[in-house]
């Protein structure tokens, strides 16, 4: 499959999303529950309107794709098509989570020394001394700023002793 | 007059060396604070209010005055250059303020910003000063029907923000439209779309969506196409002030944004961000330089950030002469009055009009503290663009995620904001824009809950929204906002001449 | 805990405890904010992190008593410890000062005869307000479903719509309106307490005729699976909060009405409460 094959089958991908994210709000509306006090408009009305939107929306994102194609967008989704690296935004994807799910246990410092030192890696640096040093900088920086002048709480963690 | 005079002794109760120094530290931590991405002006303030607790009342609101303004300016600091906005009002400034920023333009764009606060702050001031009485009656006219009219204007501004194909704006449009929906429906209490969620019971907070559709899906992009450009900084060079051209093209700007800023603030129920993007759809038509937009115009960071502070001094119209807190912001500045054992509200100015003269007084002083500090602070913020690629998008995403989860201490909502900083991506990808997904999502509730309640108090009766003669000119302003750019264009091909490329033609089919 | 954000009632409940605990225990108390849908999120946190910690506490109030039953929230108060009532409000109903409406009975006349035209305006749909409306209706024989009720996401919003006369009457705390009822732009026509309060122009509910009464309370409660002796010391310390100075000046300070009642007569109070506020709830439709 060529760039070009693959952009266009990710575009038309994206209008049956858009379809099916409609389907889904459509569906969805029978589990709001009515009100039984007087109500004219009631709380299903305007869900029903967005999900018709979403339908009719995507139906013409597609049409437009499939019988009279956008050739300046095709090019510029083509041309980031070859360029792209799909490892490099999962992974940065994946460092992201792994962040969010260890704040609370390793605490907020640690938490984002690692992720700063690791995701700046993954987007080219090749420091990674100095970059352990700045996100470590980062890290006590906001931790003290918040809990101890804003009376934020973040999460101590293992340093729970130390800080 | 008798208001000169009040206002004299407010200043003359501001105007002392050890206030003027409160309101430098004031601005100095607000500013400081503000620029954390997801902490807005109104968090800024609640997090350091605790700080003028120990101040004499006359002290404590000069140093509130100045927290408030540097926060609010912080907070456009990172729209401009971080692309992560810190609350729903500077998401318009985000627009074409990142756009200049990574064309070498931040320094300009953080001085017009500067500025533009500090003259839209100032003239709303001074409206504030001389009008608020006489606003306040006229905001009470204002019912559901009149508001619901007033979000149809503001969804006019989808035109200025659909980006070169109108049908891809309109996606965008929907998904902030959906996002708007989730979450208890506030007239019935019935829980929509939350699949089982809790954490979504209150709906999705606009900076969740802001900072996940902007930084996250940039952070992400960026990360995608990474063979392509290496070790590159964003802007190597960018001036620190304005030259003369941008002057002549911001003054229009903040003077239009402060006057649609200041009245729409007075609104109960209006807020700062629709005002924000009236002024953003406003610039971009009456622009000489269509072709700019998008790629960094000044007039779309000077006016949505002139709308903005002039969007504050309109809030404190309701609070001072009516006592109704109407934004996040106004709550806590209600809290702030309590501490002095006073309620704001009809009897505030009989009860305690020196206070209520001072804290007048003091927002005139915060404003010219603000532009004093934070102009020669310009030459160190666009130092930041100078950082390598990897450690910035780096550093916003540590930020973004601080901002959301120093909110609500939830890995939820973190993970929820990534999720819709993967929608980001993919928006970005298939060239569908961020700007309507906003604005569908601040309108979408404002516009549901007025239409809903109208009907109800009107017993189903539809003709409420044209009997009303503010609901009324309201619409018919709409029909005029959407008609007005073609008509050169229908003219012309009655007439047989083409469409010269003057002003007022954008959003007509680009698209083709 | 505080199960809301920031400024809100709860919360300046929390932080005045804080004030006044720390003062009685000698020891720094901590206030920290999960907000949320009617504090359910907050009492979700709560029933899972807090287990067992007597030291762990949070406040609520009858507002979380119907937000966890429209919600269907997981979690309920049953799973956490009551320990003391320690405020309440009255409600007030007010209409703007242009009405037509002098009493309470012509009010009630015109919503017996038309309900649907009287609408009433107050803060959202299943809260106190909406549930003062709603046992009103009960008590003078209109059918919950004919309740026009406006709801409003916050008091300066439906204040602002009372003010501008979209709506007939409006309902909240008695010191949400006490600023506008003295500067004459709205009348107030009745409270909604047992006994008329002092300083306040206006009839009780009952007085008017009408047989409802509702306080708007907050508490305190503590962490799940408390044992008897950790129960009775934290209550003995509440107790001695309640008498400090600090509290009783916070309770000045803030216009609170005191309603300390701690240990089995909460208990007894919540369970009345909370029997009383779901009946209501499903006449008004908000439980399935």
């Known amino acids: 499959m060529n760039a070009e094959t693959r952009a266009l089958l990710w575009l038309r991908l994206t209008a049956l999303a858009v379809i099916g994210l409609g389907g889904v709000i459509l569906t969805q509306t029978s589990q709001i529950g009515e009100n039984l006090g007087y109500t004219i408009i009631g709380p299903r009305f305007f869900p029903t309107l967005v999900g018709i939107g979403f339908l009719i929306l995507g139906g013409l994102l597609f049409l437009r794709l499939t019988m009279f194609p956008d050739q300046t967008l095709i090019d510029e989704v083509v041309a980031e098509e070859r360029m792209i690296d799909w490892l490099m935004t999962a992974t940065v994807l994946a460092l992201l989570v792994v962040y969010a799910a260890l704040l609370e246990s390793l605490g907020y410092v640690l938490a984002t020394t690692i992720f700063f030192a690791l995701n700046s890696r993954v987007l080219g640096s090749r420091r990674l001394r100095r970059d352990v040093l700045i996100g470590f900088a980062i890290g006590i920086a906001v931790y003290l700023f918040f809990t101890r002048l804003l009376g934020v709480r973040l999460p101590a963690g293992l340093l729970s002793g130390l800080l | ?512 | 805990m505080a199960p809301a954000s920031p400024g809100g009632g709860w919360d300046s409940t929390a932080r005045a405890m804080q004030t006044a605990l720390a003062a009685t225990t000698n020891q720094t108390v901590q206030v920290y904010n999960v907000s949320g849908a009617g504090g359910t999120i907050g009492l979700a946190q709560f029933v899972n992190e807090a287990k067992g910690k007597p030291h762990e506490l949070m406040v609520g109030g009858l507002v979380m008593v119907g937000a966890i039953q429209t919600n269907k929230a997981p979690v309920n108060l049953s799973q956490v410890t009551p320990l003391a009532l320690l405020t309440a409000e009255a409600e007030a109903i007010v209409v703007p000062a242009d009405s037509k409406y002098q009493t309470m009975q012509e009010l009630i006349e015109d919503f017996k005869a038309n309900p649907t035209a009287i609408s009433w305006g107050g803060g959202s749909a299943g809260g106190t307000d909406h549930i003062l409306v709603g046992l009103i209706a009960k008590a003078v024989g209109v059918s919950p479903a004919q309740i026009n009720y406006i709801a409003y996401s916050g008091g300066g919003e439906a204040t602002a719509a009372i003010l501008s006369g979209a709506v007939t009457a409006g309902v909240s705390g008695v010191s949400e309106f006490a600023e506008q009822v003295a500067a004459g732009t709205m009348r107030m026509l009745a409270v909604s307490s047992e006994q008329p309060i002092e300083g306040v122009n206006a009839p009780t509910l009952k007085e008017a005729g009408i047989d409802v009464a509702l306080m708007n309370w907050r508490a305190v409660f503590g962490a799940p699976d408390l044992t008897a002796e950790q129960r009775a010391a934290v209550i003995a310390a509440l107790e001695k909060m309640h008498a400090s100075k600090e509290w009783q000046d916070a309770l000045a300070k803030n216009g609170w009405t005191d309603y300390f009642r701690a240990g089995d007569e909460f208990s007894a109070f919540l369970n009345n409460e909370i029997t009383r506020i779901e009946a209501v709830l499903r006449d008004l439709g908000l439980i399935q």
């Open chain 2, 1 to 512: 007059m008798e208001v000169f005079q009040q206002l004299l002794i407010g200043f003359s109760h501001a105007l002392t060396p050890q206030y003027l120094l409160l309101a430098a530290i004031g601005v100095t931590i607000g500013t400081a604070v503000g620029v954390l991405p997801g902490i807005g002006p109104a968090l800024t303030v609640a997090l350091l209010l605790p700080l003028t607790y120990n101040f004499d009342p006359t002290g404590a609101l000069i140093m509130f005055a100045g927290i408030y303004y540097g926060g609010m300016y912080g907070g456009s600091t990172t729209s401009i250059l971080l692309n992560t906005p810190g609350e729903s009002a500077s998401v318009a400034t985000t627009l074409e303020g990142f756009a200049m920023a990574t064309s070498g333009r931040a320094g300009a764009a953080l001085a017009t910003a500067a500025i533009g606060s500090f003259v839209a702050g100032t003239l709303s001031t001074l409206l504030l000063t001389f009008t608020a009485p006489w606003l306040a009656r006229a905001a009470l006219l204002f019912q559901p029907a009149d508001y619901f009219a007033l979000t149809v204007l503001a969804f006019v501004s989808v035109t200025a923000l659909v980006g070169s194909s109108l049908l891809r704006g309109m996606i965008s449009l929907f998904i902030g439209l959906f996002f708007g929906l989730i979450g208890i429906d506030v007239l019935s209490g019935q829980v929509r779309y939350t699949f089982g969620v809790v954490e979504l019971l209150d709906g999705i907070d606009v900076v969740v969506v802001a900072v996940g559709l902007f930084a996250v899906g940039e952070a992400l992009f960026v990360a995608s196409q990474f063979r392509q450009r290496r070790e590159e900084v964003l802007a190597v060079r960018s001036r620190i002030g304005m030259n003369r051209e941008e002057w002549r093209r911001s003054w229009p700007a903040w003077l239009r944004g402060a006057l649609i800023g200041f009245p729409l603030g007075a609104l109960p129920a209006g807020g700062a961000e629709i005002p924000t993007f009236l002024s953003y759809t406003l610039e971009k038509r009456l622009s000489k330089h269509p072709d700019e937009w998008g790629r960094g115009a000044i007039e779309g960071v000077a006016g949505p950030e002139a709308a903005n502070n002039a969007a504050f001094s309109g809030v404190l119209v309701p609070l001072l002469t009516l006592g109704l807190p109407t934004s996040a912001t106004a709550a806590i500045l209600l809290a702030a009055f309590q501490i002095y054992n006073l309620q704001p509200g009809p009897l505030l100015f009989q009860k305690a009009p020196d206070l209520v003269w001072t804290l007048i007084a003091s927002l005139y002083v915060g404003n010219v503290m603000l532009l004093i500090l934070n102009l020669p602070l310009i030459r160190i913020w666009i130092k930041i663009l100078t950082i390598p690629r990897s450690l910035l998008y780096s550093g916003i995403l540590v930020f973004g995620t601080l901002g959301v989860y120093s909110m609500s201490n939830s890995f939820i909502d973190v993970l929820l904001m990534y999720g819709i900083g993967v929608i980001g991506f993919f928006m970005r990808r298939f060239r569908i824009p961020i700007g309507p997904a906003i604005l569908g999502l601040i309108l979408m509730p404002l516009a549901e809950a007025h239409f809903r309640r109208a009907l109800a108090i009107s017993q189903g009766d539809l003709s409420v929204f044209v009997t009303r003669p503010i609901a009324l000119s309201l619409l018919l302003a709409t029909l005029v906002a959407i008609i007005l750019p073609y008509l050169p264009v229908l003219i012309n091909r009655l007439t047989g001449k083409r469409t010269p490329a003057g002003r007022l033609v954008f959003g007509q089919g680009e698209e083709d």
